[in-house]
């Protein structure tokens, strides 16, 4: 018998989707090991002589529409994209090439009507996915992308395909460093096949990417500028006409990423809360063979899109809670058994490899990638916050569990230090985002348990360790925090603002929050310089992201 065969069952022939595929299957029942990992539904059934694939009969249908919608539109559009291309506001070229997308390959008669007809009204929906989710699945229904014009003003902004090509380029060295949720390999081969869908979508996620790649602008004196009321407004354009796709929920992630880093409240909370709406009607956030809005994964690439999407939605849906940890959380925790993003590279190339899989349950000391470490050190954020916000909990279980808490986040901010001193300074402050969220997460944990609470007669064993542990931490994480600060300001001075994310503000306010109170306590001319130079450093970020002069 062979030693590698799975134990248990197996079915006699291999399951649908690897089979369409031409993938290897190992026949294990109730579903394969490959559907298993990257989390798709797995079917043995049969299909008969005559049966024709959901996905493939929903594809054709698709084409039909579109092709009809061309043929309708061909007429009402050519001479505009003609004027538009005589006066050089747009490429009339149609090379393959990702550098030749211009604003024509997005306003394609493919999937537009014309860009001078605005902001269009919606169009119908199915309302029966909401009322009645199960007769939506039995009656194989599905929710069809619309056309949508892109409007002038949109295209104005996104300019021509030398300005589209260096936003991308822009977008990939920069933001994609700390926040990687596009695919850089799907985004290329959609821009470069005249065939890809590329619609109003696709121009309202580029609109984000810009809007978040601008450059620092110190003397601006809000950051409600106008490509960013331009945004707000196309984004609300798009979901009026029911466009719901992967892009949609990743530009919208852009725009709450720069809401949150601009201080712009409470737009930023409620742009992070709609997210988390869209994630669960997209079905982001659940493995399980539920309706979607959007068609369901067909490579794994896409697939660990969908993952990152969602686990960024996580990790904002903590961060905006920082400041007011008794909101509840838009987002549910992520189960145990969650899969975390793989490693960075590998992605952006395409690998998977099955080694590097990692859970939610995994030991921090298992080797992950920068955004895993994210993902990792924002669920433990979320755990602290909930933690703080349960005041029902017994006490004597709740100071045990501010001490497992404690060493659970300590283990993780011990343990990215070293990895960062392997990164190369010049790529980005990849790691920059765990180790702030780390210290966030601890510096709250201990702000709540440093003070006594004289409600409480007699200190247990349990609760005389956190009060110790918080006491004593304070002092040791602002340490760390300042010497993080250093850090920063070195790749600073290296590389500039413009691959700093904003993740890190909150917890060089918290340290600076701390040295203030001993200055204040004490006088002390030590923690005094300590203060400034963290200040020094808020005062740098602050023409990237307007929070940390808040």
Known sequence: MNSEE???????????????????????????????????????????????????????????????????QSRGCRSDFEDRARNGSISSTSSASPSTLSPVALNSPTRLQSASNGWKSSSAFPSLFFLDAHAFEYGRFTVQKPNMAIPAEVLDHLGDSIATTELLERYFTT??????????MRIYQT???????????MALLF????????????????????????????????????????????????????????????????????????????????????????????????QEERRRVWWAIVILDRFVNI???????????????????????????????????????????????????????????????????????????????????????????????????????TSGPTLCNAMAICYTALLLLYDTYSCTDSSIPKMSAAHLEIQESAINGLK?????????????????DLNGLAKLSPFVADCLYQAAANYSWYVRESADQDCLAKLQEIKSVLVMIEPQWKVAGE
């Not at 933001?175 to 850089?184: A, N, Y």
């Not at 400041?323 to 838009?330: L, S, T």
Request: charged share 25%.
């Open 6 to 72: 799975p134990p248990g069952p197996r079915a006699t022939q291999a399951c649908v989707t690897c089979r369409r595929q031409k993938r290897k299957c190992d026949k294990a029942l109730p579903e394969c090991a490959l559907c298993r990992r990257i989390g798709r539904p797995c079917d043995y059934e049969i299909p008969s002589q005559h049966s024709v694939d959901k996905d493939d009969f929903d594809s054709l249908q698709q084409k039909v529409l579109d092709l009809e919608a061309r043929l309708a």
């Open 323 to 425: 400041g007011n940890p008794h909101h509840p959380f838009a987002s549910e925790d992520p189960p145990l058994e969650t899969n975390l993003p793989i490693e960075d590279e590998a992605w952006d190339r395409g690998e998977m490899k099955a080694n590097e899989l990692i859970f939610v349950s995994s030991s921090t000391s298992a080797k992950a990638g920068p955004f895993a470490r994210t993902c990792q050190a924002s669920h433990l954020l979320g755990k602290v916050l909930r933690h703080i916000n349960d005041t029902d909990m017994e006490l004597d279980f709740r100071f045990e569990q501010a001490n497992q808490l404690n060493r659970t986040v300590r283990a993780l901010a011990n343990l990215l230090p070293d990895e960062a001193w392997e990164e190369d300074m």
């Open 175 to 184: 933001t994609h460093l700390w926040m990687p949720i596009v695919s850089k």
């Open 207 to 302: 609109l984000a990417m810009k809007l978040l790649t601008q450059p620092p602008q110190i003397f601006l004196p809000k950051p409600e500028t106008t490509l960013y009321q331009t945004v707000k407004q196309f984004l609300a354009s798009v979901e009026s006409n029911n466009v719901y796709s992967i892009h949609v929920i990743q530009a919208t992630i852009l725009l709450a990423v720069y809401e949150l880093g601009n201080a712009i409240y409470p737009a930023a909370y409620l742009s992070i809360g709609h997210c988390a709406r869209m994630g669960h009607a997209m079905g982001l956030n659940s493995k399980k063979n539920t309706p979607l809005m959007i068609p369901r994964c067909s490579t794994w690439t896409e």
């Open 191 to 201: 821009i470069s096949n005249p065939l890809m869908d590329r619609g109003a979508d």
């Open 476 to 492: 040791e994480i602002s340490g760390e925090v300042l010497r993080f600060c250093r850090r920063l300001r070195s790749f600073l």
